[in-house]
Nanobody, 127 residues
Framework: QVQLVESGGGLVQAGGSLRLSCAAS????????MGWFRQAPGKEREFVAG????????YYAESVKGRFTISRHNAKNTVYLQMNSLKPEDTAVYYC????????????????????WGRGTQVTVSS
């Protein structure tokens, strides 16, 4: 059974930090790029960050560059999103996803195509 399970969301004040985790099981993890997306109320789901299968390349939405960091631990089948200097506009449900292409070294917003999604974790940033 394929599972991507996000955790680490919660309520935080503006300027604070959170670290999201996504644990994968039932699927091949280490040779696929992974990504984080988010969806705010009334808005479409948007790309937040992507990381290549080996972890050497990362991509970010302009709105989170310099504040968020994506990383992965292939031995633990886990991808992380460190979020610093959070803003109220970061409030959303955050989802992790696996890219459908093997060995994708450029998982940008333009090239990321997901085949598996987690159920999401809520992040709420108060002003």
């Amino acid at each position: 059974q394929v599972q991507l399970v996000e955790s680490g969301g919660g309520l935080v004040q503006a300027g604070g930090s959170l670290r999201l985790s996504c644990a994968a099981s039932g699927l091949t993890f280490s040779i696929y790029a992974m990504g984080w997306f988010r969806q705010a109320p009334g808005k479409e789901r948007e790309f937040v960050a992507g990381i290549s299968w080996g972890g050497s390349k990362t991509y970010y939405a302009e709105s989170v560059k310099g504040r968020f960091t994506i990383s992965r631990h292939n031995a633990k089948n886990t991808v992380y999103l460190q979020m610093n200097s959070l803003k109220p506009e970061d409030t959303a449900v955050y989802y992790c996803a696996r890219d459908r292409s093997r060995y994708n070294i450029s998982p940008s917003a333009a090239s990321f195509e997901s085949d598996y999604w987690g159920r999401g974790t809520q992040v709420t940033v108060s002003s």
